[in-house]
C-alpha cells in the first residue's frame, strides 16, 4: 500500500518539496528583506507626523503674567486713593492752590494725618506710575517682566525721595523755616497732582505695551509743565538779586538736570542687568 509520500509524489512529482522537510530560511540572509518589508508594509502607521494643524500653544496666561501682576498692583492703588478722597476732595483742590502759592503761612490742612498721609499715597503712586511708564517705554512694546518693573519703580521712588530730601535741606540752607516748607509743600503738591494724569496713562500702558511708546510723550509732556510751575514758584521765592539769579541756575543743574539724568541711566542700567 503505499504511503503518504508516495501518494504526494504521484500528485505534484518527486520534485515537489515535502511540508515536513521545508527549512526556516537563513536570518543572516533575509533579515534585511524581512525589515524592508515590514517598514514598507507599516511606515504610515509607525512613523507618521502628527497634523500641525493640532500642536499645543503656549497659554495666553503665562505670557501676559507680569502685566497682569502690574495691573493688579496698579488697580490696588487705584481703590485706595478712591477710598481716601472721599474724605478729601476738597483738599484736591487745596493742592492746586499750594502749586502757585508763596504765602509763608499755614492752612487748616496742613498738619492734619488724614491729609498728609493722603498726599504721601499721592505722591507714592505717582512715582510709581511714572516708573512703570518708563519701564514700558524702555521696553518698546514687549512683554513685561516683574523684575524689570520694579526696578524701574525702583528708581522712581529713590528719585522722589531724594529730591524730598534735598530740597529740604537747600531751602533749610538758603532761606529759614518758613520759606522751606512753603516751597518744599509746592513740589510735593505738583507731584501728588500728576497722579491724576500718570495712573490712567500707566494703567492704559500695562493694559496694552504697544501704546507704551505713544503715552510716554503725553506722561512727559506733563511731568516737565509740573516741574516748569514748581521751578517758577521757586524762583518767586528766592529770587531777589544778581547773586541769588546764579545759585538759582546753580540750583537748576543741580536739583532738576543732574538727579533726572541719573534717575533715567540708572533705570536702564538695571534694566539691562536683570534682562
Known sequence: MPTATQHLDSIHGPSAVRSDTVQA???????DTVVDSTYSAHAAMLFLDRDPLHKPEP???????????????????????????????????????????????????????????FLLLLNTVTLLSE????????????????????????????????????????????????????????????????????????LAAAADTSIATTVAPVALGAFLVAKLIFIFKGARIFMHGPTSILLFFYYLCSLEIVPLVLAYAAARFLL????
Open 131 to 202: 516708573g512703570l511708564l518708563l519701564y514700558l517705554y524702555l521696553l518698546g512694546g514687549g512683554r513685561p517682566e516683574l523684575p524689570g518693573a520694579a526696578a524701574c519703580m525702583g528708581v522712581a521712588l529713590g528719585y522722589g525721595l531724594f529730591l524730598w530730601a534735598a530740597y529740604g535741606l537747600t531751602g533749610w540752607v538758603f532761606s529759614d523755616a518758613d520759606t522751606m516748607r512753603v516751597w518744599v509743600r509746592g513740589h510735593n503738591a505738583a507731584t501728588g497732582l500728576l497722579c491724576v494724569v500718570m495712573l490712567p496713562l500707566a
Open 272 to 275: 539691562d542687568a536683570v534682562a
Open 25 to 31: 530560511p537563513d536570518t543572516a540572509q533575509h533579515a
Open 59 to 117: 497659554r495666553q496666561a503665562d505670557t501676559r503674567q507680569g502685566a497682569s501682576w502690574l495691573l493688579l498692583a496698579l488697580l490696588v492703588l487705584l481703590v485706595a486713593i478712591g477710598l481716601k478722597f472721599r474724605k478729601s476732595a476738597k483738599y484736591i483742590f487745596l493742592l492746586g492752590k499750594e502749586i502757585t502759592n508763596t504765602r509763608r503761612r499755614h492752612n487748616v490742612f496742613d498738619d492734619t494725618v488724614r491729609e498728609s498721609s
